[in-house]
């Protein structure tokens, strides 16, 4: 039987094509971009972002500027510029969350999967859609929290630049953790198909955890500590190492293990998406 291309009715995007016979990752993608960029809430999401991280790295390097006594060896003005990013995960897990729960929330799920039958190819189209926008705009935000920082920081002459080591690894690491604790809400929410539960789930696994560890007997923290996600993951966008805490992975073997938990949450995602009814 030959397939056929009948419009099928989208909310908020007027007709797809339905050709599952034709489908290929490329229209998928073209999909999954129009879907992502045509809902407002998520140019809203990411402004806030935007704004959160560079104006909470703005006054954390102006605090820099007027910390008294000096700065010691451990001081690490990269990290002081980039400071919003702490807060800036937790709003791009709201957005990753939202990429995929709200199609259940809708319904449009079901729209999704008469269009694109192959399940493995449309998380995948998703996942990718939404890494490239959060990557792309987490770029924009790093450099301009870092130049920012940097400015502020300079009139105490405790700022850094690009050229030094390790300076512009932290700055576009910065948005690889982005990008990466996006796409572990995303596989999250893929689990729960519930916003609410994928968003409170990540606020445990990146702040709750990691707060609950530091009762943990010492010798204990030093094996458990590292491997928490915030806590491997920002040793990415780090220059100077910590002293005096517990022992901590080498940047990009901190961001690997992030990028482990996300890989793990978006696996196990697919395999239930695949057993499991719209």
């Given amino acids: 039987m030959t397939a056929t291309t009948t419009p099928v009715a989208a909310p908020g995007l007027g007709a797809l094509p339905r050709s599952a016979g034709n489908a290929n990752f490329a229209g998928a993608l073209r999909s999954e971009f129009t879907k992502i960029r045509s809902v407002r809430s998520t140019w809203w999401t990411l402004l806030v972002m935007i704004v959160v991280t560079i104006g909470i790295g703005a006054l954390s390097s102006y605090g820099a500027t007027r910390q008294p006594g000096g700065h010691g060896v451990g001081f690490d003005p990269t ?15 709201v957005l990753g969350a939202m990429v995929i729960t709200s199609e259940y929330s809708t319904g449009m799920i079901r729209t999704s999967l008469t269009v694109l039958p192959r399940r493995g190819m449309l ?37 850094a630049t690009l050229g030094q080591p390790g300076v512009l690894r932290a700055v576009i ?61 920002v040793q990415i966008w780090t220059v100077v190492p910590a002293t005096g805490n517990p022992p901590v992975f080498a940047p990009w073997t901190g961001f690997a293990v992030l990028c482990g938990y996300a890989a793990i949450a978006i696996a196990a995602g697919v395999i239930l998406f695949r057993k499991r009814n719209a």
């Fill in 173 to 233: 690491g910065g948005a690889l953790f982005l990008t990466a604790c996006g796409l572990l809400a995303f596989g999250v929410g893929l689990l729960i198909r519930h916003t609410a539960g994928a968003i409170s789930l990540m606020v445990v696994l990146l702040f709750v955890i990691t707060i609950l560890v530091n009762f943990l007997p010492s010798d204990w923290q030093n094996h458990v500590d590292k491997w928490m996600p915030a806590d491997a993951g």
């Fill in 79 to 93: 990290l002081r510029s980039l400071g919003g990013l702490y807060l800036g995960q937790l709003v791009i897990v």
């Fill in 123 to 159: 998380v995948a189209a998703k996942a990718v859609v939404f890494a490239a926008i959060t990557f792309v705009v987490g770029l924009v935000t790093t450099f301009a929290s870092f130049f920012l920082g940097q400015a502020i920081m300079s009139s105490d002459h405790i700022n």
